[in-house]
Structure formats: structure tokens, C-alpha cells
């Protein structure tokens, strides 16, 4: 391949990739491309075999594909793009500028650009937007040993061999699929029919969600999830892999927002420090305004404090048992919405069942902190002066509200947010620590005011 584009001699990184990778497996060389440069990955790419190249970009492991392609001469670029699927070549070109993009697809042949168009027309995250349109079909009226021939002739441009999807003559919608294990033990002179899985083929639309996608697959146990328009006829097929890439980026990115910050979009080592700086000030800054609330919330009861300091020594503890408990019930939920075992209308049912068991949870910490107050005075320790007893009540009676409240608070945010559609996992863990941090203390003032009032207070 043509390398006018780079720079006449081959980097150091490039030349010790090109020497140390012989023998290696394409993951294995995806990998150490990854920690190359794009000008030196680049050229050990246009260096390979054309059908290895195109191996290793068809790979979604492979960081700055497009870069890559945007960087080497159209015309090799075109050679590659063709060898690609469709699919990941879709996903390659939406990465690209306009100016890029409209150069590298107006180098591919005509059927190719329809079926890119076709691809990229769908919103991402989609069964639409992840399907490849290149999988094996074959016509009712076919044999076993017709059908068998085909898959010989076409299986390597197609994604996958494992799934034979037997089309009506007449209408081409989708009747039946068949698996290469029952194709292969079928009698040659054999209907295709004769060896196809009995029942409606499992589908999905091209607009159904890439969460129900991963469900039906793995409800099914399925290796490809044919994609139906509405009239049945094929538009492509997910494969279980496409599946995985796309869900293992998900989770990553709800990791990370789960965390308090903006999603990366990029590895951790990749990103520059101006980009770390932007993904994490803006949540921080959030995050840090919402904690001046609990500045206001206790120069509220600031009488109560100098009346009652002992009252001080137990606000770590009462703030930090509220934002575990709703940090706790938001973990819980958030993971229940994406795997599907919780909906938006069982927000009630959630919420009948957290509060008991946050009553529960917080009288559990509410008697560990009783009996640490007895034992410290007890056991001289500390004293906490002539109304300990009533302080150590106070303690247990606000970490019972506080806990419960936590949970409540931590179990119902996500569903506010998929109400507002929002991602669930925006309600992070420091989100809902700072918002019943707040909540807490006004809660554990409040019952100091009504079991001290006359004592302390």
C-alpha cells in the first residue's frame, strides 16, 4: 500500500513493532498498535498484508481507526473501507470530520455507500445502529446442499456463518432461521426447510434499544439477533460480540458518571490533562456547592450547637450512614433498570420495600451507636455530661430517620431521572451523598430539638 502520506522513514516505535510482533495473534497486535503513535501505527498498518490490515481494523479494541484511515492516501483507505464490514466501517466514519468523512465514502463503490448510508442513518445505541448488514440468507425453495454451497462462497464477507436465515421466495420476509450445526447434517437433496428451527425467529426492530437487544440475546442464547423492519423483512443481524463492545463502552461510561465526573470517551492514559481537568472540575464544582448547603443547614442551629456541643461529635457519623445507605439503594436500583428487572411503573413497589428495610437498616446502626455511647461512659472514656442517656437516644431515634431517608432518597432518584430521560447513572454516589448530607443534619437537628428540648436544649 501506498504511504506517501507519512513521513518517508518509519519511526522508532513503528520499526520495534514490526520486530517484536512476528508470530504475535491479532488481539496481541491490536494491543501493542494501541500504545504506537497514529503516524506510526499508520505505517506498520500499510506495511501488513492487505487481508491482516483490514483483520486488525475491523477490530473495535483498535483505538484511532479513523484517525488512521483519515491520515493514508484515499486510495488505500478505499482498499481498506472495502475490506472492512459494514458495520465497523460505519462506526469508523462517524468519528470523522464532514471534510474526512465525505472524502473516504465518496472513494467506496456505490452498493457499499448505500449500505454505509443505510447503517449510519440510525441513532446509535440502537439494534439498528449496531447491526451489520452482511449476514447469509438464502430462499425457501433452496436445498440443503445449495444453501451448503452459498455459505462457501460468501463466508468471507459475511460477519457470521453460524446462522442461515431462510427468506419467503416471493415477499423476502424472514420465515425461519437455520443453525450451520443442523445445516451440515442435513440431507443434500433435502428442503432448506427440513433443518430449520421450527417456530417465529426471534427479532428485533431497528429502533429497539441496544439493552433489550442484549436481553433478547441472551434470554435466547443466541449468537445473532436478526433486525426486522415492519414488515419482516431482514435489515441485518447484532451479533453477540457487537453486543458486548458496545455494552462493555456503556458501562464504563455509567462507572464513571456513577463516580461524580463526565465520562472519559477516551482511556484513561489517552486523555490530555486539559480534558481530565474539564470532565471532573464542573461535578466537583457541583458537588462542592452542594456541601455549602450543609454549612447553611448547621449555622441554622447554631444556637443548638454551642447549647449542646457534644451534639457535634456525632455529625460525621450521622452524615456519613445517610449517604452510604443512599448510595447503597442508588447501586442497587440503577444496576435493576439496566438489566430490566426493575421498570419506571414498579417505582412504587421499590419504594414500599426500601422503607422498610431502611427502618430496619437504620435502628441496626442507630443501636450500634446506643451502645458505643453507653460504653464510653461506662467505661470512662468520655463524658458525655449529665444527659448522656438522652444523647445516646437522640443518636439511635436520627440515624433511623437518617438511613431511611437516605435509602428512599437513593432508591427513587434514578427513576426520577429515567421519568426526565435521563441517564439513570447521573445519580452518582457523591450526588446523593451531598444531597442527604444536607438532609441529614436538618433531620438529626430536628430530633435533638424534640428529645433534648428542656435538657440540653
Not at 500504545?35 to 492487505?50: N, W
Not at 460505519?90 to 472524502?103: I, K, M
Not at 414498579?346 to 458505643?372: C, M, N, Q, S, Y
Request: charged share 20%; glycine share 8%.
Amino acid at each position: 500500500m501506498n504511504i506517501n502520506r507519512f513521513p518517508l522513514r518509519a519511526g522508532h516505535a513503528a520499526r520495534a513493532f514490526i520486530n517484536n510482533s512476528r508470530g504475535a495473534t491479532i488481539a496481541e497486535r491490536v494491543e501493542s498498535l494501541n500504545a504506537l503513535s497514529v503516524q506510526d501505527a499508520g505505517r506498520v498498518l500499510c506495511g501488513m498484508p492487505l487481508d491482516y490490515a483490514v483483520n486488525i481494523l475491523d477490530r473495535p479494541e483498535l483505538r484511532n481507526s479513523a484517525q488512521i484511515l483519515a491520515l493514508i492516501s484515499a486510495e488505500d483507505a478505499a482498499r481498506l473501507l472495502h475490506g472492512m464490514s459494514n458495520d465497523r466501517v460505519a462506526d469508523v466514519l462517524l468519528e470523522l470530520d464532514g471534510e474526512t468523512r465525505a472524502r473516504l465514502f465518496s472513494s467506496l463503490d456505490e452498493p457499499v455507500r448505500i449500505a454505509i448510508q443505510h447503517l449510519m442513518g440510525y441513532p446509535p445505541r440502537t439494534a439498528g445502529g449496531i447491526m451489520t448488514t452482511e449476514f447469509v440468507s438464502v430462499l425457501d425453495s433452496w436445498t440443503v446442499a445449495r444453501t451448503l454451497d452459498h455459505v462457501r462462497q460468501v463466508e468471507r464477507s459475511r460477519e457470521t456463518v453460524y446462522a442461515i436465515y431462510v427468506l419467503d421466495e416471493v415477499s423476502h420476509t424472514l420465515l425461519h432461521v437455520v443453525t450451520l450445526r443442523r445445516l451440515i447434517t442435513g440431507e443434500p437433496e433435502a428442503s432448506i426447510l427440513s433443518v430449520a428451527q421450527k417456530g417465529v425467529p426471534v427479532s428485533a426492530g431497528p429502533l429497539m434499544k441496544q439493552e433489550d437487544v442484549a436481553r433478547l440475546i441472551r434470554k435466547h442464547d443466541l449468537l445473532a439477533l436478526p433486525v426486522t423492519d415492519e414488515h419482516g423483512q431482514m435489515l441485518g443481524i447484532v451479533t453477540v460480540d457487537d453486543v458486548i463492545d458496545t455494552m462493555i463502552s456503556d458501562t464504563t461510561e455509567a462507572a464513571q458518571r456513577f463516580g461524580g465526573m463526565e465520562a472519559l470517551g477516551q482511556p484513561y492514559m489517552k486523555i490530555s490533562f486539559a480534558g481530565m481537568i474539564r470532565k471532573r472540575a464542573g461535578w466537583l464544582a457541583a458537588l462542592f456547592l452542594g456541601e455549602m448547603l450543609t454549612a447553611s443547614a448547621m449555622q441554622h442551629f447554631e444556637g443548638e450547637l454551642e447549647k449542646a456541643v457534644v451534639l457535634t461529635l456525632f455529625i460525621p457519623l450521622i452524615m456519613s450512614s445517610g449517604g452510604n445507605s443512599g448510595s447503597q439503594a442508588t447501586s442497587l436500583i440503577i444496576r435493576a433498570l439496566a438489566l430490566g428487572e426493575l421498570k419506571l411503573s414498579d417505582w412504587w413497589k421499590v419504594l414500599l420495600r426500601e422503607l422498610p428495610t431502611g427502618i430496619v437498616l437504620g435502628a441496626i446502626l442507630g443501636l450500634v451507636g446506643f451502645i458505643r455511647i453507653v460504653f464510653w461512659q461506662s467505661a470512662g472514656l468520655y463524658d458525655y455530661g449529665p444527659h448522656w442517656q438522652m444523647v445516646a437516644v437522640t443518636v439511635f431515634a436520627a440515624l433511623i430517620g437518617i438511613v431511611t431517608f437516605g435509602s428512599i432518597c437513593g432508591s427513587m432518584l434514578p427513576f426520577v431521572l429515567q421519568k426526565l430521560r435521563l441517564d439513570p447513572a447521573s445519580a452518582s454516589a457523591p450526588f446523593v451523598a451531598t444531597l442527604v448530607d444536607v438532609t441529614g443534619l436538618v433531620i438529626y437537628f430536628s430530633v435533638a430539638l424534640l428529645i433534648l428540648s428542656g435538657t440540653l436544649l
